[in-house]
């Protein structure tokens, strides 16, 4: 059947990006109004609130309006509500004796008057698990009342008529317009879209930024996972259904208006990048893909070029496939497509499972002379972070390549991964508990739990809920994307401080809790104990946060924010951490000394890092403020121009202050974020797909 409606939710769907909102009105606009779906927003926000978004050209004017999680359905072109399901949705509901039993759950606080209407009741209750959820509904019941309880996002609790939410409005409307649900497209991004995916026979939208709550409640439905977030994502799955005419390659557009970040940002940065800085990026594209060629091995990507880096005491540990390098090397090259690439991430990933152990823990690193896996990482410590980036990367690469075949044959090594990435959260709290240094800052002093970490245990376990559908486990997938889920919510619980939350409800109060008070954060924290918090930035785990779906878009702008605001920055994209910490500092260690690695704006205490630069590029574009992430890839490439002895080395990281080149050259990762913010926002040149393939054969490398 031909799609005759298209249904949309707005936050995390078609507003959030607004460059993307904007590439996908053009697209909606440019269809013939003879054969074009009617549109219908389907949202938790009031009606009034969408129309104010669509008449300032927002969003498109739609045909109708489903508003306040289903309880009011908007003709738009008549004017008004529609008064037959207005008058359904009103029947035996009392909103005051509903207020009057929610309002006694622990941990409840109520949203502001501008988010209630008098069929909507809606609350906020962080991180609240099945449990407490039912026990709300049961209260109701327990009392008389008729309702409908919709929990959603990990914290927005809304309840509505008995028999009332988005799908039940949708398929009303559909009935009122004599719609066969087959004709139907629906989308969505979080717990309350759940019951329009739900309407036998409709097709349905997950964006790439779906919460997994969603996820897991349209498994085994005709659906289309976007690989893209926001309305990139619908984009996606509108040409997939027809809707739409083939996905364009994403071209270097222009910022839409955005008073707030325009104010944050400079004036050179809300311009249109030059010709020869466009040049400058092109040519970076180009030299990236020859330094991740100088890093294919026959194990896979070493952690930097093998014959450009001269090798004294430790740095025999560079001439290894590192788990996290090899990954995050991984994850950035599979969009250029290019087969010899492809088969480096192939191999990185054989050597990597090849030399996991039959309990589950992924090696360090695997030494490519030998092929001798190291366990512990440097010092003797460990690398929990090895296995995350593992799971992350094996998915990324069968979800990009349809390997099959390689996840069927991987399938019990991952099993065994997971437990024991799972016998990392000793006390069961749903964080892992992380070692003094025991990740990429592996000689800073960061432990117990750690935001970069615990990011990516949310990742790495939505990654493997998806891998789990792959392999037709659906009910293990469902329960591993609600774990996730409650993950999410515990790492915005515990470094998201806010003073809005109260301390009573449905999460533990910690002893740092009550000893410190930080009031309302602007950025995750880096690190939190049973016993005190870690309050500087990180830099890379706050990135991370928004580009694996943890901060949602508020948070992310306020995170950018602070971080724009600070200038991290400066003096190349990006510092990782603010402020450094200093001889004298409570958080200073004596070994950071060791090498004069982690002297203050050295290495991991605020040290310039280009790979972590190229997601900070990403992240900024992610929020729609396309001139702002060009001008931040132009300067990413003059970085990643810069060399000790070579022009566009890549080097590993730059010194915090003076911006002067200071690690490895060639680094593998330093080159794969870049190609993949070059590919995120269209600069990738159209002769840059052969450079580097006869600069080194690989098998000399070996040895």
Known sequence: ???????????GSLVGNPTATAAFAARWAGLSSRTRPLLCYNTGRLGDDVLALVNAGTVPRPDFIIAAVGTEILDVAAGGRIDGYARRSAEGWDRAAVELVVAAVPGVTRQPDNFQTPWKSSWYLPSADEAAINGVRHQLAERGLAATVVYSNS????????????????????????????????????????????????????????????????????????TRPFAEGLNDGLA???????????????????????????????????DEERS???EGYRQALVCIRRNLTPRGFSACSLDDNEVVGTDANYRSVWGRDAAITIMGTLCTDQPDIIDGARRSLETLLSNTTSDGQVPANVRIADGVPDYSGVGGIAAIDSALWLVIAVHGFVQHTGDQEFLVRHRSTLVAVMRWLQAQDSNRDGLLEIPEAGDWTDLFGRSYNVLYDEVLWYRAKVCWGHLLIRLGRDDEAIAQLGDSQRIRGRILHVFWPSTSVPESGPLSTTFADRQF??????YLLAEVSPFSFNWRCDVLGNVLGFLFHV???????????????????????????????????????????????????????????????????????????????????ARLARCNQQGRTH?????????????????????????????????????????????????????PRAS
Request: with cysteine.
């Open 280 to 282: 400058l990026i092109t």
């Open 647 to 699: 022009a566009w080395e890549f080097n590993e990281w730059y010194h915090g202050t003076t911006g002067r080149p200071m690690g490895k050259a060639f680094q593998a990762w330093s080159a794969a974020t870049y190609l993949a913010a070059c590919h995120d926002l269209g600069f990738t040149g159209d002769t840059a797909a052969d450079a580097g393939t006869n600069a080194h054969p690989a098998d």
């Open 517 to 522: 008070s930080l009031g309302d954060a602007r």
């Open 155 to 226: 914290r927005d609790l809304d309840v509505v008529p008995f028999g009332t939410s988005k799908g039940r409005a949708l398929a009303w409307l559909c009935s009122h317009l004599g719609l066969d649900p087959g004709e139907v497209l629906v989308a969505g991004d979080r717990g309350s879209d759940c019951s329009v995916f739900a309407l036998p026979g409709v097709r349905g939208i997950l964006v790439e930024n779906a919460q997994p709550e969603l996820i897991s409640a349209t498994v085994g439905r005709e659906v289309f996972h976007a």
């Open 1 to 11: 059947m031909s799609i005759r409606l298209f249904s949309t939710p707005l936050d």
């Open 551 to 633: 901060l949602d878009v508020p948070k992310a702008r306020t995170a950018l924010s602070f971080m724009w605001g600070v200038g991290v920055n400066q003096p190349w994209p990006v510092t990782n951490l603010y402020p450094v910490v200093q001889a004298g500092d409570p958080d200073w260690r004596p070994y950071y000394t060791v090498n004069l690695l982690n002297l203050p704006h050295h290495y991991h205490n605020g040290g310039a890092w280009p790979f972590v630069g190229g997601l900070w590029v990403r992240f900024i574009h992610r929020l729609g403020q396309e001139n702002a992430a060009a001008h931040e890839l």
């Open 240 to 274: 997939h259904f027809g809707v739409f005419g083939p996905v364009q390659a994403p071209g270097a557009g222009t910022s839409t208006g955005d008073n707030e970040m325009h104010l944050l940002l400079s004036a050179d940065a809300q311009t249109a990048i030059s």
